[in-house]
């Protein structure tokens, strides 16, 4: 067995995770339920469920890069490990995580905040979001939940606070032309 995970991207991004089980409950490997989670995440799979599938059908291939020693994690497991898990200590690490591949795959990041189509829920007002693109990659680096359309700079700051902008080039359009948006980018040497 190779240990490829110790020195990968995703692993040095959320070697800093805490892990929310007892250590009675712990027959897999933090690294096992996160690296899995985000491989078949990426592709596509939508829910706990597909997520155990596509590990056990991998699972020699996860096995030859050091995960999975115990086999896949059922979906229970998954479920009740992201039920418990800090969701901004994740959301941090997967920006880390973000953050390596932008400084592997380009420089150009668009910022833009779209208000999610059929995300009303009666009185509720629809989901608003500002995100950070890498457009030579196509990876979204970030996104920040807004208070609608009108919170949309205060989103723009919080996202620039967290992103590592240094030799980017920052693209927003008119909803982030402002001063305080200029001089963060300025301060973070993008």
């Known amino acids: 067995m190779i240990d490829v995970m110790s020195k990968s991207t995703i692993w040095i991004a959320f070697s800093e995770l805490s892990d929310p089980r007892k250590d009675r409950n712990r027959l897999y490997s933090l690294q096992d339920i996160i690296c899995t989670s985000i491989m078949a995440t990426i592709c596509s799979c939508n829910d706990y469920d597909e997520i155990t599938d596509w590990t056990q059908s991998h699972l020699d291939w996860l096995q030859s890069i050091g995960l999975c020693a115990e086999g896949a994690p059922s979906h229970d497991t998954y479920e009740r490990f992201f039920r418990h898990l800090d969701s901004k200590q994740f959301q941090a690490c997967f920006i880390k995580w973000t953050q ?9 990041i668009a910022i833009d905040g779209k208000t999610l189509c ?4 009666g009185s509720e007002s629809a989901l608003h979001l500002v995100s950070a693109f890498a ?8 996104q920040i939940k807004t208070n609608g359309k009108g919170g949309e700079l205060v989103g723009i700051q919080q996202l620039l606070e967290i992103l590592d902008l240094k030799g980017a080039v920052i693209t927003i359009d008119a909803g982030g032309c402002h001063k305080v948006v200029t001089k963060k980018i300025i301060e973070k040497k993008g």
């Open 118 to 121: 059929g995300s009303k829920d």
């Open 100 to 108: 390596i591949l932008r400084g592997i795959m380009g420089k150009r």
């Open 135 to 142: 457009t030579e990659s196509s990876l979204v680096l970030g």
